[in-house]
């Protein structure tokens, strides 16, 4: 019985563990309507604008391009941590 048991409780344990870890991660998928260079920021067609950090080079986006933004609420603001384009 205490074989069988710690497996179980080993895989439950690193499964609860990444599932808090990716919780507060959401991915938004849009089109972008604005890039502010000077925030550092992108506002998809949904209205949403996402604070990116300094790794995502903005210069390699435009206007009208469809992108999916991977990001976390920290108070109120929308601060991504990857930004890549979508095909299609």
């Known amino acids: 019985m205490r074989s ?32 502010d260079k000077k925030a550092h920021s992108v506002t998809l067609s949904d209205g949403s604008t996402y604070s990116m950090p300094k790794t995502v080079k903005l210069k390699a986006f435009k206007v009208g391009e469809k992108v999916a933004v991977t990001w976390e609420q920290k108070g109120k603001v929308n601060e991504a941590t990857a ?4 095909k299609g």
Do not use: R, Y
Not at 83 to 86: E, I, M, R, T
């Open 4 to 35: 069988i048991l710690l497996p179980v409780v080993t895989a439950l344990a690193l499964g609860s563990a990444s599932l808090a870890m990716a919780a507060g991660a959401t991915t938004t998928d849009g089109t972008i309507t604005s890039i």
């Open 83 to 86: 930004l890549v384009a979508v």
